[in-house]
Nanobody
C-alpha cells in the first residue's frame, strides 16, 4: 500500500499563496495519476485537481481554475499543488490521493483513488 505524506499547509491571509507537497513511497509513483481533494468543516470531501501519470494532462475544479496549479516530479515521487490568490472559502484540510490503476488519465471522482494521505490544514483568513 502506498504511503502519502502531505506538507506545506498553514495559515495565510486572503490573496496569499501556499504550495502543498505530497511525497509518495515506493517505486511505482510515476505510473499513477494523482489527485488533490479538500474537506471543509461540516462538508463533504471535494475534488480540487488531478494530474495524469506523465504530467501532461490535468483537471481542475471550477472553483480553483486559474488560481491553483497541480504538477509532479516523478524523480522525487512528489506531487505539488501551487495555490495562489487564496480565499477564505479555500479553508479546508487538503488530501492527496493516488489513482487505483496505473497508466490512466485524470479522474475527478474520489472513488477512482485508493491511496490517501493524512491531510494538511490550510486556513485562509479574511
Amino acid at each position: 500500500q502506498v504511503q502519502l505524506v502531505e506538507s506545506g499547509g498553514g495559515l495565510v491571509q486572503a490573496g496569499g499563496s501556499l504550495r502543498l507537497s505530497c511525497a509518495a513511497s515506493g517505486r511505482t509513483f510515476s505510473r499513477y495519476a494523482m489527485g488533490w481533494f479538500r474537506q471543509a468543516p461540516g462538508k463533504e470531501r471535494d475534488f480540487v485537481a488531478a494530474i495524469n501519470w506523465s504530467g501532461d494532462s490535468t483537471s481542475y475544479a471550477d472553483s480553483v481554475k486559474g488560481r491553483f496549479t497541480i504538477s509532479r516530479e516523478n524523480a522525487k515521487n512528489t506531487v505539488y499543488l501551487q495555490m495562489n490568490s487564496l480565499r477564505p472559502e479555500d479553508t479546508a484540510v487538503y488530501y492527496c490521493a493516488r489513482d487505483r490503476a496505473p497508466w490512466t488519465g485524470v479522474h475527478t471522482s474520489q472513488n477512482a483513488y485508493d491511496g490517501w494521505g493524512q491531510g494538511t490544514q490550510v486556513t485562509v483568513s479574511s
